[in-house]
């Protein structure tokens, strides 16, 4: 509960802080007095949801994400996997993508209108693109920092190839996988929402540009706030999704060293298998080793 208290408060103290320099128009090297007030924002927040447009902003942006961000998954974990484990697709297909790669994929625009025959193909192929490149890289490396013991093992008991790309290769690089989904899903974010301002007909990036033209602050502070909320709430989503699905790996927390009062001295720890040692759910380090893995 503290934590979720100081975490309230710091939003809060932000807030505050913002009404503050914009309510009374402070300008000292920064021009606070050209922002809308938090009120203002909250104003302009209250009437759009009040409207049936920006709904369907939201359920536009939120339905390119997802087709892009799915495909992305997808075809970045087959080909960092294919890259990984197979020579000829590091010959034929590295050269390449380690050349488009730095490519960002907001530039992809122009080709996307020419080879798409709707804009909304275009948005979906840009946001796809954007979130390949950290799946495929994360994937990539996931899997080259496999121990090979673990495939000797699956092929020593009868596994074949899929056995051991599914036992051993895809739940072994589960972790690094989604850590690229993680970086993925926020570059998906920043590549949407600019698509959107340059070619969309509808979505939070669309309706945000719109509002800076027509000099409606309030109504662009408004998109802006709805897609840092939405970008946080698929990134947790996806967060949440990988440590459900890496249950097995061991988890650890951060706990405060105890204090140890002046003039008393710490207590010895006890050696592991005496009495006083910390009571284990194995009965050997051989059984817990075996658990883990």
């Known amino acids: 509960m503290t934590r979720y208290a100081l975490r309230v408060l710091s939003v809060g103290a932000a807030l505050g802080v913002w009404q503050l320099l914009t309510s009374q128009d402070i300008d000292l090297w920064l021009r606070f007095s050209q922002f809308p007030t938090v009120t203002d924002v909250a104003r302009a927040f209250g009437q759009r949801l009040s409207g049936p447009d920006y709904w369907t902003d939201l359920t536009d942006s939120l339905t ?3 087709s892009g961000f799915l495909l992305a998954a997808v075809l970045g974990v087959a080909a960092g996997v294919l890259v990984a484990r197979s020579r000829l697709a590091e010959d034929l297909l590295g050269p390449l993508l380690e050349v488009v790669r730095p490519i960002p994929a907001i530039t992809l625009v122009p080709v996307a209108i020419l080879l798409f025959p709707s804009n909304e193909q275009g948005i979906v ?17 996931a899997v080259r920092a496999l121990t090979p013991v673990w495939e000797e093992a699956v092929r020593t008991m009868g596994g074949g190839r899929w056995r051991v790309l599914g036992s051993v290769v895809l739940s072994g690089a589960l972790p690094g ?7 993925g899903i926020g570059v998906s974010w920043i590549c949407v929402i600019s698509a959107e301002m340059i070619s ?26 709805t897609i840092g909320v939405l970008g946080w709430i698929t990134s947790t989503a996806v967060e949440l999704l990988g440590r459900r699905l890496t249950r097995w790996l061991p988890r650890t927390s951060y706990a405060p060293a ?18 006083g040692a910390t009571a284990s759910p194995y009965r050997s380090e051989e059984e817990r080793d075996e658990h883990l893995v």
């Open 177 to 183: 996988i989604f850590g690229g989904l993680s970086v």
């Open 125 to 141: 192929f840009i946001t796809c693109t954007a979130a390949f490149f950290p799946v495929l890289v994360s994937t990539r490396h």
């Open 258 to 275: 105890a204090r140890v009062r002046p003039g008393r001295a710490a207590a010895p720890t006890a050696p592991h298998g005496t009495a």
């Open 200 to 225: 969309g007909e509808y979505g939070v990036g669309y309706r945000t540009w719109q509002d800076y033209t027509v000099v409606d602050y309030p109504g662009v502070f408004v998109g802006m706030v």
């Open 64 to 66: 390119r994400i997802a």
